[in-house]
């Protein structure tokens, strides 16, 4: 019985798979990730633990290797650690990536046997995107349903009441300058027609002085024509009376354009 113990542990100590190495290599869409054995092993389908995180687990296998590999993360390599866990016979290895998201792709090979674990990076599952756009997205039904109920309650009167008595006083502190200027532009502007009507006034003014000088000219350079070619003394009589009432009707009007002027000072 001994004899056959032994012969059952050295046979199956010789058909125990051992794991030598492990390599990883970056590719152009996929990480590879190999795991070389003396001879040919077994493994599971890998299993997902969350964000860059999975595992293998070999049956019947051993490892004179660490019990953690870490590697140094650069964009040629994106493995950050494998963590190899010993119970039994049972060995599991832990993969630890740099990016989050990723689906796995894995076979054998052999003449080096070989266990290859291709991880392939992926956008995040639309899954997982949802309760992301749920928090930038409004508010639920029931959210929204109750404040369109409190609203004509109470809200209106306190908010109305608030927004009255606070903002009343800088307006009207402020509005009282800017009155004080429009009435001042207003009496500019309603001064500014009185003195363009007086200018107006005083220019019409200076026409008709102006036309009267002219006539008076005209009718003195007249008369002396009229003395020079010899005109009778009748003629001359009704001249100058006409004369007189010319410098009459000057006079009354030279003594309007001064009442004018008076009144417009």
């Keep these: 019985m001994i004899a056959a113990l032994l012969l059952m542990l050295q046979s199956g100590g010789a058909h125990a798979a051992n794991l030598k190495y492990v390599r990883t290599?970056?590719?152009?869409?996929?990480t590879r990730i190999v795991f070389e054995f003396q001879n040919p092993a077994q493994f599971k389908e890998p299993?997902?633990?969350?964000?860059?995180?999975?595992?293998?687990?070999?049956p019947d296998s051993t490892t004179v290797l660490s019990q953690q590999v870490i590697y140094k993360t650069t964009r040629i390599q994106p493995v950050h650690s494998i963590e190899l866990i010993q119970k039994g016979t049972l060995l599991t290895a832990g993969i630890k990536l740099t990016f989050p998201h990723f689906k796995l792709k894995t076979f054998s090979l052999p003449g080096p046997d070989r266990v290859v674990i291709d991880a392939y990076l992926i956008t995040p599952p639309p899954e997982e995107d949802v309760p992301e756009e749920s928090l930038h997205a409004g508010p639920?039904?029931?959210?929204?349903k109750e404040p369109e109920t409190k609203k004509p309650k109470v809200i209106p009167e306190k908010s109305s009441v608030k927004e009255t008595k606070v903002p009343v006083s800088p307006i009207k502190t402020q509005s009282a300058?800017?009155?004080n200027a429009t009435q001042g532009r207003q009496k500019q502007a309603e001064s500014l027609p009185s003195t363009g009507e007086n200018y107006n006034l005083q220019t019409y003014m200076l026409v008709l002085l102006n036309l009267l000088t002219i006539v008076i000219i005209?009718?003195?350079?007249?008369?002396?024509?009229?003395?020079?070619s010899g005109i009778d003394s009748?003629?001359?009589?009704?001249?100058?009376?006409s004369l007189k009432t010319?410098?009459?009707?000057?006079a009354a009007i030279d003594a309007m354009i001064n009442k004018e002027f008076e009144k417009h000072d």
């Design 218 to 228: 005209l009718l003195l350079g007249f008369n002396l024509l009229k003395k020079k």
């Design 47 to 58: 299993v997902i633990h969350g964000k860059g995180k999975f595992s293998v687990a070999f």
């Design 177 to 179: 300058p800017a009155e």
């Design 25 to 30: 290599a970056k590719h152009q869409d996929f």
């Design 234 to 241: 009748e003629h001359l009589g009704n001249i100058s009376d």
């Design 140 to 144: 639920s039904s029931k959210e929204l």
């Design 246 to 250: 010319g410098n009459e009707s000057i």
